[in-house]
T-cell receptor
Framework: KAGVTQTPRYLIKTRGQQVTLSCSPI?????VSWYQQTPGQGLQFLFE???????NKGNFPGRFSGRQFSNSRSEMNVSTLELGDSALYLC?????????????FGPGTRLLVL | TQLLEQSPQFLSIQEGENLTVYCNSS?????LQWYRQEPGEGPVLLVT?????EVKKLKRLTFQFGDARKDSSLHITAAQPGDTGLYLC?????????????FGKGTSLLVTP
């Protein structure tokens, strides 16, 4: 099976712009989670989608949003970019979303905001 | 607020040495996972521990979950350069976060030949 894929791998934006990142989960996986990784804060949970519904959300401002399509592919959007949004954005997929489910991570999208 | 504290933050050792990485929390987790992340890649799951006091071995890696399910350790025997990477612990099932993974900031390990 192909792993989790994320596009683009690298992105450079300027403050105030918006960005959309894409994640294709492992075939058959219905849950997609997004994480932000920075050197200062480490990996932090953004949100999780299952069957096109957001079921869980982390402590991030409303500028961060996402959605999931019927084929389980997911996108996340960040509006009005700030310098502090520079980070590695990781997507993870699992069959469901439970304590016993392994989450498989993609390689991430590295976003640089100038 | 970081629920999981990892120590040490950085570790540089020579091939053949042993090392232990710690992951501590004041919160109880239903399960705790260890990941390794290499540059330019996402984290890869090494092990999941779910029972207090549980010990799991993966070749030269030994993982232990504390009796109270608040802490964990990873011990590597005879480290090799291929062990180099960022080791992350993550807890799930905490009452405040549901099933979302709460990650520590990681231990960056460098093993030199």
């Amino acid at each position: 099976k192909a792993g989790v894929t994320q596009t683009p791998r690298y992105l450079i934006k300027t403050r105030g712009q918006q960005v959309t990142l894409s994640c294709s989960p492992i075939s058959g996986h219905r849950s997609v989670s997004w994480y932000q990784q920075t050197p200062g804060q480490g990996l932090q949970f953004l949100f999780e989608y299952f069957s096109e519904t957001q079921r869980n959300k982390g402590n991030f401002p409303g500028r961060f949003s996402g959605r999931q399509f019927s084929n389980s592919r997911s996108e996340m959007n960040v509006s009005t970019l700030e310098l502090g949004d520079s980070a590695l954005y990781l997507c993870a997929s699992s069959l469901l979303f439970s304590e016993q489910e392994t989450q498989y991570f993609g390689p991430g999208t590295r976003l640089l905001v100038l | 607020t970081q629920l999981l504290e990892q120590s040490p933050q950085f570790l540089s050792i020579q091939e053949g040495e042993n090392l232990t990485v710690y992951c501590n929390s004041s919160s109880v987790f239903s399960s705790l996972q260890w990941y390794r992340q290499e540059p330019g890649e996402g984290p890869v799951l090494l092990v999941t521990v779910v029972t207090g006091g549980e010990v799991k071995k993966l070749k030269r890696l030994t993982f232990q979950f504390g009796d109270a399910r608040k802490d964990s350790s990873l011990h590597i025997t005879a480290a090799q350069p291929g062990d180099t990477g960022l080791y992350l612990c993550a807890g799930s099932g905490n009452s405040n976060s549901g099933y979302a993974l709460n990650f520590g900031k990681g231990t960056s390990l460098l093993v030199t030949p």
